[in-house]
């Protein structure tokens, strides 16, 4: 009973085993005759076949008896059981030309037994013969390594989990599935894998705990991540890694160099960099463009400061304003073409110079106001009217030639009691002929000099009585006194100051003021103002070691008497680190240690790069820099990007044909990229399109575009053919004569006047309707310049006469007056016409009227007013 109980356990086991191989991985299973047992002689019952087909993915490989030819010659094995013998037996099966023999102990009890059929092997298993009690079965290896009361969960428990009784995995935390081949992780790895329990394994260009952060290299300046090297910008950046800022609207002729300010290119202003700078500005007119202004009308000259006057102002006379003479002294007229004369011009003689009187031939004076007498007037007789003289007492004749002995006397008489000038400020003439007596503030022949009393000094003029005017550094009613201007460039000359002892600045710390700007310091102050403390240039207590302060005054305490000499303290000092003492102060150090007290480690070789030995063959690096064992690794923090290598402390050798920067974190462009264009990636250039195109930011942007052949030479500027078009775009037409007054430009060298007013190749001709007659010019719009010497008017259509026709002639045309006759004659009607012939030397004055010569008289001076005299002496 015991024996059957022990064998039906063991099939148990047997089954439960098998089973739970094919529970991993359950297949169809092929029934085959099952493997028989023999347990104390009895054989096995009919139904104990079992089906012991491997799984379908395991190595174990199923062979069909037609591949697999077995031979039936020994077509059983025999095993028996017997407590108290053993016997063996063997059981040889055949495979292709490979025979496997398995020996296995048997029981000695050869009388019951049973056999066990032929089995498909199990190909690259090997196949063990278990023997449990009486009983023995063939089973793989990895069965049997599966094969333990607490552990039947096939294939097994993977990360670390463990089998429980029912045969389910127990995993650990961070696993999961069936077999705990699943690991676990919070959320989902967005951008990654779930590699290690709660840990993302995150693709390039991620981070973060779910790799939901992006990474940009090198990282966005003004503006957010959003995606691996993808950088999103702020308003007011753009660019590869947002460095352009943006300026809204944009530069028209500037560069944007922080956000919403532009930088503008010379000759340009504004916010935009759309005003044209003027320098000097625009006076009377528009900068449209640098340096360049379009003035208002009536102005001219680079900055429109020149006002037009046309005609132009004459006899250098100023044009204030536009058509505005401001005349120079002695003219007048609206261009200053009419000369002035202060005293009017008499007798028709004319003003042809400021105060300049051409007079007719009959007069002369600074006003034509004397008559000519073309035979001299005698005997202080007086030319009262063209060739007519007026004779002074006692003489006669057309000159006054004739006269008597008393009269010849008296005229003596009045000459000698006379001046020929004029004695000026309250002089009289006397008492002797030609001479003045003047009063006593004036001197000089004709009392023009002034007196001054005293009189001036230091070369100081009388300009008028008692009154100085002084030289250039005197002053006072006669010049007598030096001005502080005159008296202190004389003494800053000799090198002098004229203050008295006086400080500006008052003297510090004690100091007393002893000259002008100087002061006496204290001994314990110096400098200008006694502001700086005094030092003693010599150090005090013989200038040793062990002395401090500024003048070595304070001693040191130094609580060890170090040696200079021999570079370490301490004399009770013992030997470290296994050291032995061998003398006094002498210490044998071990092969680790040196140094006087054995103080010092060796390492062997040396640490490098400041490196420190700490222990023997222990180096401290400066790990900022180096690394290693000797200290011979460079450290690069942060570490060196696209391949580069740290080769000294924190520089990176870049493949500088692609990357550059301090960790190879730059890309490189070659050529490099131009006008603020940035290298995104090796080669390749990021423009602002707004201002810049091409592979290499090279060529400027011009928005709108440049017209009529314009070349946009930098962004937003076009370069015109400038002798046929202007402006921001081209679009300006160019004439190269500028049109004049208000004629507009309107195709190159082509000028669109006003015609009413203006005509010619650049409006530079003025009209006028009707036209300027008798060789008049057109000088200014419906104004005409006449010959003034022969014409007038507004159309030059009226004749001159100079001098002007007198007594109501006309002037019929240039020079010429038509008289009336019956009462003038003479080329300007001057001459009075006497219809009966004066005699004796008698003079026509007027119409009919004869002026008779002294002793005449009558209607034509034919008779004599002395013939009685005559005839008594």
């Known amino acids: 009973m015991a024996a059957n109980a022990a064998a039906l356990e063991f099939r148990a086991r047997r089954k439960n085993l098998l089973n739970l191989a094919l529970k991993r991985d359950p297949i169809l299973p092929r029934i085959k005759q099952g493997i028989s047992f023999v347990h104390d002689g009895e054989p096995p019952e009919a139904h104990s076949a079992v089906d012991e087909s491997p799984p379908a993915d395991s190595h174990i490989n199923t062979i069909s008896q037609s591949h697999m030819p077995v031979d039936e010659s020994a077509n059983t094995t025999k095993i028996s059981s017997n407590k108290d013998s053993t016997t063996t037996t063997s059981s040889t099966l055949k495979i292709k030309s490979t025979t496997i023999s398995t020996k296995s102990p048997i029981p000695a009890k050869a009388a019951t037994s049973f056999s066990i059929p032929p089995i498909i092997p199990l190909v690259g298993v090997t196949i063990l013969l278990l023997v449990c009690g009486a009983a023995a079965i063939f089973l793989p290896t990895f069965l049997l390594s599966l094969q333990h009361d607490d552990y039947s969960c096939l294939p097994g428990c993977w990360n670390g989990g463990t089998c429980s009784p029912q045969n389910i995995c127990t995993c650990l935390s961070g696993y999961s599935g069936d077999r705990c081949q699943t690991t676990i992780c919070n959320q989902t790895c967005i951008n990654g894998v779930c590699a290690d329990p709660y840990q993302c394994t995150c693709q390039a260009g991620w981070n973060g705990t779910y790799c939901d952060q992006p990474i940009c290299i090198p990282q966005c300046v003004n503006g957010n991540c959003t995606g691996p090297n993808y950088c999103t910008c702020d308003v007011t950046y753009t660019g590869y890694l947002c460095l352009t800022p943006v300026c809204s609207p944009s530069c028209v002729h500037g560069y944007c160099t922080s956000p919403g300010h532009c930088t503008c290119n010379t000759g340009w202003n504004g916010t935009s960099c759309d005003q044209p700078i003027c320098s000097p500005s625009c006076v009377n007119g528009n900068c449209t463009y640098p340096n360049v202004c379009n003035c208002s009308t009536g102005w001219t000259g680079s900055t429109c400061s020149t006002p037009i006057c046309s005609p132009t102002c004459m006899h250098s006379s100023n044009c204030t304003a536009p058509n505005t003479c401001v005349c120079s002294s002695g003219y007048n007229g609206s261009y200053c073409q009419t000369p002035i004369c202060t005293s009017p011009c008499q007798n028709g003689g004319n003003c042809t110079a400021p105060s300049v009187c051409t007079c007719p031939t009959t007069f002369n004076g600074s006003v034509?106001?004397?008559?000519?007498?073309?035979?001299?007037?005698?005997?202080?007789?007086?030319?009262?009217?063209?060739?007519?003289?007026?004779?002074?007492?006692?003489?006669?004749?057309?000159?006054?030639?004739?006269?008597?002995?008393?009269?010849?006397?008296?005229?003596?008489?009045?000459?000698?009691?006379?001046?020929?000038?004029?004695?000026?400020?309250?002089?009289?003439?006397?008492?002797?002929?030609?001479?003045?007596?003047?009063?006593?503030?004036?001197?000089?022949?004709?009392?023009?000099?002034?007196?001054?009393?005293?009189?001036?000094?230091?070369?100081?003029?009388?300009?008028?009585?008692?009154?100085?005017?002084?030289?250039?550094?005197?002053?006072?009613?006669?010049?007598?006194?030096?001005?502080?201007?005159?008296?202190?460039?004389?003494?800053?000359?000799?090198?002098?100051?004229?203050?008295?002892?006086?400080?500006?600045?008052?003297?510090?710390?004690?100091?007393?003021?002893?000259?002008?700007?100087?002061?006496?310091?204290?001994?314990?102050?110096?400098?200008?103002?006694?502001?700086?403390?005094?030092?003693?240039?010599?150090?005090?207590?013989?200038?040793?070691?062990?002395?401090?302060?500024?003048?070595?005054?304070?001693?040191?305490?130094?609580?060890?008497?170090?040696?200079?000499?021999?570079?370490?303290?301490?004399?009770?000092?013992?030997?470290?680190?296994?050291?032995?003492?061998?003398?006094?102060?002498?210490?044998?150090?071990?092969?680790?240690?040196?140094?006087?007290?054995?103080?010092?480690?060796?390492?062997?070789?040396?640490?490098?790069?400041?490196?420190?030995?700490?222990?023997?063959?222990?180096?401290?690096?400066?790990?900022?820099?180096?690394?290693?064992?000797?200290?011979?690794?460079?450290?690069?923090?942060?570490?060196?990007?696209?391949?580069?290598?740290?080769?000294?402390?924190?520089?990176?050798?870049?493949?500088?044909?692609?990357?550059?920067?301090?960790?190879?974190?730059?890309?490189?462009?070659?050529?490099?990229?131009?006008?603020?264009?940035?290298?995104?990636?090796?080669?390749?250039?990021?423009?602002?399109?707004?201002?810049?195109?091409?592979?290499?930011?090279?060529?400027?942007?011009?928005?709108?575009?440049?017209?009529?052949?314009?070349?946009?030479?930098?962004?937003?500027?076009?370069?015109?053919?400038?002798?046929?078009?202007?402006?921001?775009?081209?679009?300006?037409?160019?004439?190269?004569?500028?049109?004049?007054?208000?004629?507009?430009?309107?195709?190159?060298?082509?000028?669109?006047?006003?015609?009413?007013?203006?005509?010619?190749?650049?409006?530079?001709?003025?009209?006028?309707?009707?036209?300027?007659?008798?060789?008049?010019?057109?000088?200014?719009?419906?104004?005409?310049?006449?010959?003034?010497?022969?014409?007038?008017?507004?159309?030059?259509?009226?004749?001159?006469?100079?001098?002007?026709?007198?007594?109501?002639?006309?002037?019929?045309?240039?020079?010429?007056?038509?008289?009336?006759?019956?009462?003038?004659?003479?080329?300007?009607?001057?001459?009075?016409?006497?219809?009966?012939?004066?005699?004796?030397?008698?003079?026509?004055?007027?119409?009919?009227?004869?002026?008779?010569?002294?002793?005449?008289?009558?209607?034509?001076?034919?008779?004599?007013?002395?013939?009685?005299?005559?005839?008594?002496?």
């Open 368 to 873: 034509c106001e004397f008559p000519v007498c073309r035979n001299s007037c005698l005997n202080n007789g007086n030319c009262t009217a063209p060739d007519v003289c007026t004779c002074a007492t006692g003489w006669t004749g057309s000159t006054c030639q004739t006269g008597n002995k008393l009269h010849t006397v008296l005229s003596e008489w009045w000459y000698l009691s006379v001046c020929s000038f004029n004695c000026s400020n309250g002089g009289t003439c006397g008492p002797t002929p030609q001479t003045c007596n003047c009063t006593s503030q004036w001197s000089g022949t004709d009392c023009t000099t002034p007196v001054c009393s005293p009189t001036c000094q230091n070369q100081g003029t009388c300009v008028a009585p008692n009154n100085c005017s002084c030289p250039i550094g005197y002053n006072g009613s006669i010049c007598q006194s030096r001005t502080i201007a005159s008296f202190l460039e004389i003494i800053q000359n000799e090198l002098f100051y004229v203050f008295s002892a006086i400080c500006l600045i008052a003297c510090n710390h004690g100091g007393s003021c002893v000259a002008p700007n100087e002061c006496n310091c204290t001994t314990s102050w110096a400098g200008l103002l006694c502001d700086m403390p005094r030092c003693n240039p010599s150090c005090q207590n013989g200038g040793v070691k062990g002395y401090t302060g500024d003048r070595c005054q304070q001693p040191l305490c130094n609580p060890i008497n170090y040696d200079d000499t021999i570079g370490y303290l301490a004399p009770n000092a013992t030997c470290q680190n296994g050291g032995t003492c061998i003398s006094p102060y002498n210490c044998s150090c071990t092969s680790s240690w040196s140094g006087t007290y054995c103080q010092t480690p060796i390492c062997s070789p040396v640490c490098i790069n400041d490196g420190n030995c700490t222990a023997p063959n222990v180096c401290t690096c400066n790990t900022t820099q180096w690394n290693g064992s000797l200290c011979e690794i460079p450290v690069c923090n942060p570490s060196c990007l696209n391949n580069g290598n740290c080769t000294a402390p924190g520089v990176c050798t870049c493949d500088t044909s692609q990357w550059n920067g301090t960790i190879c974190e730059t890309p490189v462009c070659t050529p490099t990229c131009e006008n603020n264009g940035n290298c995104t990636s090796p080669g390749v250039c990021t423009c602002d399109t707004s201002q810049w195109n091409g592979t290499r930011c090279e060529t400027p942007v011009c928005t709108p575009t440049c017209q009529n052949s314009g070349n946009c030479t930098s962004p937003g500027v076009c370069t015109c053919d400038t002798s046929q078009w202007n402006g921001t775009r081209c679009e300006t037409p160019v004439c190269s004569s500028p049109c004049q007054n208000n004629g507009n430009c309107t195709s190159p060298g082509v000028c669109t006047c006003d015609t009413t007013q203006w005509n010619g190749t650049t409006c530079e001709t003025p009209v006028c309707t009707p036209a300027c007659q008798n060789n008049g010019s057109c000088a200014s719009p419906g104004v005409c310049t006449c010959d003034t010497s022969q014409w007038n008017g507004t159309r030059c259509e009226t004749p001159v006469c100079t001098p002007t026709c007198q007594n109501s002639g006309n002037c019929t045309s240039p020079g010429v007056c038509t008289c009336d006759a019956s009462q003038w004659n003479g080329t300007r009607c001057e001459t009075p016409v006497c219809s009966t012939p004066c005699l004796n030397s008698g003079n026509c004055t007027s119409p009919g009227v004869c002026t008779c010569p002294t002793g005449w008289t009558g209607l034509d001076c034919n008779t004599c007013m002395y013939s009685n005299f005559y005839d008594k002496i």
